[in-house]
């Protein structure tokens, strides 16, 4: 069995850029009140995009917490956030329904955030499917 280690609240407080040197982290959780207001506050945006660009570069991963509607999720994809969490995706689970589901989509109860997801799922794998294509052609 193994483990990631993700820096929680990354921006909030305490954390420091310091804590990136000294610890070998798998992610960084971008905090959610710069999350929860991006769209409506461009410092907010740029400071999300400049922590998902610090986690690619460190070879992290970025999820972003409190993704509470579809226009932020759609903020995030542009920016390239890597994963994200909050009620727009789903409400907090029973332990034997996360067990049982096929994957976090299956919490997803907006129609429009379902639609828009499914465009996501059919977008990329046209551009995965075209990506071997060229592979295969060199």
């Not at 390239?80 to 907090?92: E, L, N, S, T, W």
Request: proline share 1%.
């Amino acid at each position: 069995m193994g483990a990631k280690i993700a820096i929680d609240d990354f921006g909030a407080g305490q954390t420091s850029l310091r804590y990136l040197k000294k610890l070998s982290a798998d992610a960084l959780k971008i905090d959610g009140e710069f999350v929860r207001t991006m769209c409506n506050h461009p410092a907010d945006i740029a400071i999300v995009e400049a922590i998902i660009t610090l986690a690619r570069n460190l070879g992290m991963r970025s999820i972003a917490e409190w993704v509470e509607d579809l226009d932020t999720l759609r903020a995030l994809n542009e920016l390239g956030v890597d994963y994200v969490q909050g009620f727009a995706i789903a409400k907090p689970q029973e332990a034997e329904n996360i067990l049982a589901a096929s994957s976090a989509s299956s919490f997803v109860t907006n129609v429009e955030l379902i639609r828009y997801l499914k465009a996501q799922r059919t977008r990329y794998s046209g551009a995965d499917d075209q990506r071997m294509e060229r592979e295969s052609a060199l």
